[in-house]
């Protein structure tokens, strides 16, 4: 089944501007057009799932660009999108502990504020910092402060 531009604008909820700039810089290299209209297929929907995903990672266009050409090269090929996607595994691997230090930290701050809430004050919290917070949140504190 084909899809057109508008459509698959939808699907992905990107605009219909960035999709022909995708088309422009070359990273749906087998696209089908009718009358000159684009169709996007199967190939191009999975094209479109990898672009975003690597676009997500942290690539620009142009290594998203070189990635599909080496794509379109066959399976010599293979070592360096690997490579490539090993790279951005790792990336994201360390972006997520970034975020999730400080997750810790907002999680920590939550309920230190909820207890200064309840309390009136921060005089009881300070007396409990570092070391003798509550066991279900010291783990917490523990991990946001670390180095």
């Known amino acids: 089944m084909a899809y ?5 604008s939808e699907m992905f909820r990107l605009p219909v501007s960035t999709l022909r ?5 070359g990273l749906f290299p087998n696209m089908e057009r ?3 209209i684009r169709q996007f297929g199967s ?3 999975e094209a479109l799932r990898v672009i975003e995903c690597l676009k997500k990672s942290g690539l620009e266009i142009k290594e998203i660009k070189q990635f599909v050409e080496w794509c379109s090269k066959g399976s010599d090929t293979y070592p360096l999108r690997l490579e490539m996607l090993r790279c951005q595994k790792k990336n994201i691997e360390s972006e997520m502990k970034k975020l999730e230090k400080a997750l810790d930290m907002i999680q920590f701050k939550c309920w230190y504020y909820e207890q200064a809430i309840e309390d009136g004050n921060e005089l009881r919290l300070n007396e409990m910092i ?5 066991e279900e949140i010291q783990p917490i504190y523990n991990r946001a402060h670390e180095d």
Do not use: A
């Not at 057109?4 to 698959?8: D, E, H, K, N, S």
């Not at 700039?21 to 810089?25: A, F, I, Q, S």
């Not at 570092?130 to 509550?134: A, F, S």
């Open 4 to 8: 057109t531009i508008g459509q698959i």
């Open 43 to 45: 190939q191009e929907i």
């Open 21 to 25: 700039y995708y088309d422009k810089e």
């Open 130 to 134: 570092p070391e003798h917070l509550p």
């Open 34 to 36: 009718s009358s000159g």
